[in-house]
């Protein structure tokens, strides 16, 4: 299996729809939290030495990711829809996939929802139990200031 997997790359063989669903449960799950307005909810999503590279800094482990996850949730003036599209998953490793996603990101205000911008994100999920976790976050195209 590739150790790698671009933010371009098309090579990859195909996973089947139940792979393809659990992997894409655990992003579809943040963005729910996170757009719920309890952010904290989707540490449970992560693995425990899961890394999350944002703007500017980089977030390692549980103690760091409940930290962000909880100043996120903080920021209760900041509501946001994010729309998932061209969700795309590859495997990596023997359990380990990638999960390829751009997302159209919304701040909604008074009922109203204004584009913030769109981004790429290439997500790392590991097969734990009967489940997938994240195991990496790393944004890959920015157009505006979503996240």
Sequence with gaps: MPVSAGPYQ????????????????????????VDAGEALKALDLFTSDAVVELPGRTVEGT??????LTSRQAKTDRVTMHILNNLRVVQIADDEYAVKTLTLVYLVKDGAKEFEGLIGVNWHVRKE???????????????????
């Design 10 to 33: 098309t090579d990859f063989p195909p996973v089947d729809f139940e792979t393809w669903q659990l992997a894409a449960e655990a992003v579809y799950g943040y963005h729910d939290h």
């Design 63 to 68: 103690s760091q990711l409940e930290d962000f």
């Design 129 to 147: 139990g009967d489940r997938f976790l994240i195991s990496r976050r790393v944004r890959l195209v920015k157009d505006g200031d979503g996240h």
